[in-house]
């Protein structure tokens, strides 16, 4: 009857004198998986500019419909987005969007803090996912 006692205080002082497991959270971030996936953004070329070509395989793969793309075309032919939006809330992060992007375009980043104030917040349009960096955050 003693025995479990006494093995019940002996771990409770084994762990009163263990180093803490937490992290102090703003101030220490959690290393995360690099297969992570986290808020969109799209990869640049070196002019700054998308390197999206506009194929639309994203908006057809996309499982939840969250990509809107509506296509144009320049004078030389090549075509580029001229509205591309994607509704974060309606996303479920499945990836697959950079999976199926054949210039490697969209990307998942490594952003996990994604809190925002208002719902029109969370409608990432071109310009915005162009200003985000692999991290997420903006440059």
């Given amino acids: 009857m003693i025995l479990p006692l006494l093995k019940g205080l ?15 959270y703003p101030e220490e971030k959690r290393k995360i998986s690099p297969r992570w996936r986290g808020m969109h953004y799209f990869g640049k070329d070196a002019a700054g500019e998308t390197l999206c070509v506009a ?7 996309c499982p ?14 090549s075509r580029y ?23 490697q375009a969209i990307r998942l980043g490594q952003d996990y ?4 104030y208002a719902r029109k917040d969370f409608l990432l349009t071109r310009e915005i996912l ?10």
Avoid: K, W
């Fill in 10 to 24: 002996r771990r409770t002082l084994m762990t009163l004198f263990s180093r803490p497991i937490t992290i102090r």
């Fill in 55 to 61: 194929c639309g395989l994203c908006t057809a793969v």
């Fill in 64 to 77: 939840s419909h969250c990509i809107t793309l509506e296509i144009r075309e320049r004078e030389d032919g």
């Fill in 81 to 103: 987005p001229g509205r591309y939006e994607i509704d974060a809330l309606r996303c479920i992060f499945c990836g697959f969007c950079q999976e199926a992007c054949p210039v």
């Fill in 113 to 116: 803090e994604n809190v925002r």
């Fill in 130 to 139: 162009l200003a985000r960096n692999r991290d997420g955050g903006t440059d």
